[in-house]
């Protein structure tokens, strides 16, 4: 089955312990990407990827790292969550048409 | 970037009701795509529709790409079509950043 996987799903953390959540596709889709979801702003781009080892910005990067080292995986990391970076955390893989998103990651940092 | 502008904000409907949601586009896009995110925060490709009409059970989207819009009609709705409801599309130029509306909330009532 076609899909895109999140882990975890949910995390609670407490502020300035680095965390990693891992995203990966079975599409061998060439783009990958990060949004965030918070009430009133609806979703925004962190980062994407448009190929292996090739990542740039998106609208809200700040507090975000990425590594694009495989063409199916796609973490994302906090080295050092604040508790501004509480939100729900999408990946999302495309071909360059439709894009298709994982389950998605409820993080709350305290 | 582009604007993605979604219409009715919020939405409530009986059981059985039909509607009609909008999507409207500051400049040409492509990849247009609607969503349905359930009450669980997932979000549930609805359609990939960079322009013409699908139609997928009750469901149906219509998208005019020359006047940037699109419609997603909702028939015969039901309770589990709760839930929120967004388009989103890609700028005509490049790759580059889903751009995301606001959102429909709709309620459906038994």
């Known amino acids: 089955e076609a899909q895109v996987t999140q882990n975890p799903r949910y995390l609670i953390t407490v502020t300035g312990k680095k965390l990693t959540v891992t995203c990966s596709q079975n599409?061998?889709?060439?783009?990958m990407s990060w949004y965030r979801q918070d009430p009133g702003l609806g979703l925004r781009q962190i980062y994407y990827?448009?190929?292996?080892?090739?990542?740039d910005k998106g609208d809200v990067p700040e507090g975000y790292k990425v590594s694009r080292k495989e063409k199916r995986n796609f973490p994302l990391i906090l080295e050092s969550p604040s508790p501004n970076q509480t939100s729900l955390y999408f990946c999302?893989?495309?071909?360059?048409?439709?894009?298709?998103f994982g389950q998605g990651t409820r993080l709350t940092v305290v | 970037g582009i604007q993605v502008e979604q219409s009715p904000p919020d939405l409530i409907l009986q059981e059985g009701a039909n509607s009609t949601l909008r999507c409207n586009f500051s400049?040409?896009?492509?990849?247009l795509q609607w969503f349905h995110q359930n009450p669980w925060g997932q979000l549930i490709n609805l359609f990939y529709?960079?322009?013409g009409t699908k139609q997928n059970g009750r469901l149906s989207a219509t998208t005019v790409a020359t006047e940037r819009y699109s419609l997603l009609y909702i028939s015969s709705s039901q309770t589990t079509d709760s839930g929120v409801y967004f388009c989103?599309?890609?700028?005509?130029?490049?790759?580059?950043?889903?751009?995301f509306g606001k959102g429909t909330m709709l309620l459906v009532s038994p």
């Open positions: 400049d040409s896009v492509n990849n």
């Open positions: 599409m061998n889709h060439e783009y």
């Open positions: 989103a599309g890609r700028p005509t130029s490049g790759y580059s950043t889903l751009t």
């Open positions: 529709i960079p322009s």
């Open positions: 999302a893989s495309s071909s360059g048409t439709e894009a298709f």
């Open positions: 990827s448009m190929n292996v080892e090739v990542t």
